[in-house]
């Protein structure tokens, strides 16, 4: 390695910002950015402990509306009998956010809407973030 490139070297890694830095560029970024009112949190804070699980064969002629990966693409719900469903679903209410866990690099977000009148169910391959006052679901879908 030659002089000039080795202190080239040394000058970044020196000059490299500390996380006091970048702390205080991002609240310097924050208090300018006139976004008032906004709180930072993750994810994890928002999201439900478990769907309440549903076992439509339990109501072979009950109606549900079901949220599932394969019904995605069309973002509409399947509306179907109980008797047709094969596996332990999650209750879900409208205004709730899901997110698919299958394959994450493709982005399958889905705010839960008002298709029916029947109960909302959901596939167990969705994270459930149930509606909170605090965040629009659309911003997080």
């Known amino acids: 390695m030659d002089g000039g490139k080795k202190n080239r070297m040394t000058a970044a890694l ?5 996380r006091a830095d970048v702390g205080e560029a991002s609240q310097s970024i924050r208090q300018s950015s006139g976004a008032r009112g906004w ?19 339990k109501k072979p002629n009950g109606i549900f509306e079901l949220y599932s990966v ?11 009998a109980g008797k047709e469903i094969g596996s332990n679903k999650q209750e879900v209410h409208s205004r709730s956010v899901l997110l698919c866990k ?35 679901p659309s911003f997080l879908s």
């Open 14 to 18: 020196v000059n490299r910002p500390t």
């Open 39 to 57: 709180r930072r949190t993750t994810l994890g804070t928002l999201i439900a402990a478990r769907g309440k699980s549903v076992n439509p064969s």
């Open 70 to 80: 394969p019904s995605f693409p069309g973002r509409s719900p399947e509306i179907i």
């Open 102 to 136: 299958i394959n994450p690099r493709i982005n399958r977000a889905w705010v839960v809407g008002d298709f029916s009148k029947h109960p909302k169910i959901a596939s167990t391959e969705w994270i459930i973030f149930p509606e909170n006052e605090a965040i629009e």
